[in-house]
């Protein structure tokens, strides 16, 4: 491939090695193929999973572009691009490949793709490039797996939707949660568990917040909206909640005992884990005598993540945003370890990666 072809003018913050520490970088996207489509990068949400570019899993391809939550403006599209057109503002979400051929993928939830999706940073594609993220000044998808955000939907605020919003929506639809009048518990109160709060209040569900902080109550029930909040390790207030949810929705990723909040739902009732503790330990009795249903899932598929974005725009729920530069992304990824943020920071890419 000659030098003409290959132009680095994809600007980015990339990790270099095991030291996570981000720094500018400048790299070649693939050329706009037939089916692709080119956006320019306007913001990029942090997800926790970008803290994972510190080769916390030991598989850090490096140089190393994090960003799954992208939304942008298209500037080129393929011949064979049919949905999308050029000007349109679009969302990239956790993935950007799959085999599209199995039944998962058939179905419109490319997320469970059996040959193996193509993870949007710090994966192999088809090519066998690795995939760069979106900390970066534009980004080449094809367009099966691009988004359209409904017009008027604040671009800035779209981007947590694309991981923490999905993540929790999907598991939410498909266990029929949006079901006004019923009962939800939320464990955990981050990018997601904030996400599972305010669709669990547009779907007219009464949410009741359960966490350790004491600190996140006035945020929760005057700023989120949640009917209740209760703190997970006060017994008196635990047991004041047995068998009182229809659901529940998981979102923490520290250790932390599971019989407890299984107590609290009601016969039938559905715990859905989202978040990835080291392990999860639980008594039997606490699924089978009660006829509980524990389900586990990850982000969602191309049919239903468009739908999201539907809702979200029909509904008016926006995430709570702290938009950032570029240049503070070290800082800000040490802020989120420390679980500092009200509840997603959101790289102003346009204005600040030049």
Known sequence: MSSETVKE???????????????????ARRAVGKDDVSLKITHCGVCHADVWSRNQHGDSKH??????????????????????KVGDHV????????????????????VYCLKGLVLTFNDIDADGTVTKGGYSSYIVVHERYC???????????????????????????RHKMNQPGKSLGVIGLGGLGHMAVKF????????????????????????????????????EQMKALTKSLDFIVDTASGDHPFDAYLSLLKTAGVFILVGFPSEIKFSPASLVVGMKTMSGSIAGGTKITQEMLEFCAAHKVYPKIEVIPIQYINEALERLIKRDVKYRFVIDIENSLN
């Open 200 to 235: 669990g209040k547009a779907f007219g569900l009464k949410v009741t917040v359960l966490s350790t902080s004491i600190s996140k109550k006035e945020e929760a029930l005057s700023v989120l909206g949640a009917d209740n909040f209760v703190v997970s390790s006060d017994e």
């Open 147 to 173: 988004f359209k955000i409904p017009d008027g939907y604040p671009v800035a605020l779209a981007a947590p939707l694309l991981c923490a919003g999905i993540t929790v929506y999907s598991p939410m639809i």
């Open 91 to 110: 969302g990239v979400g956790t993935y950007v490949n799959s085999c599209r051929e199995c039944e998962y993928c058939n179905d419109g939830e490319e």
């Open 63 to 84: 140089p190393l572009v994090p960003g799954h939550e992208i939304v942008g403006i298209v500037k080129e599209v393929g011949s064979n691009v049919s949905h999308i």
């Open 9 to 27: 003018d994809c600007l980015a913050w990339a990790v270099r090695d095991p030291s996570g520490v981000l720094s500018p970088y400048k790299f």
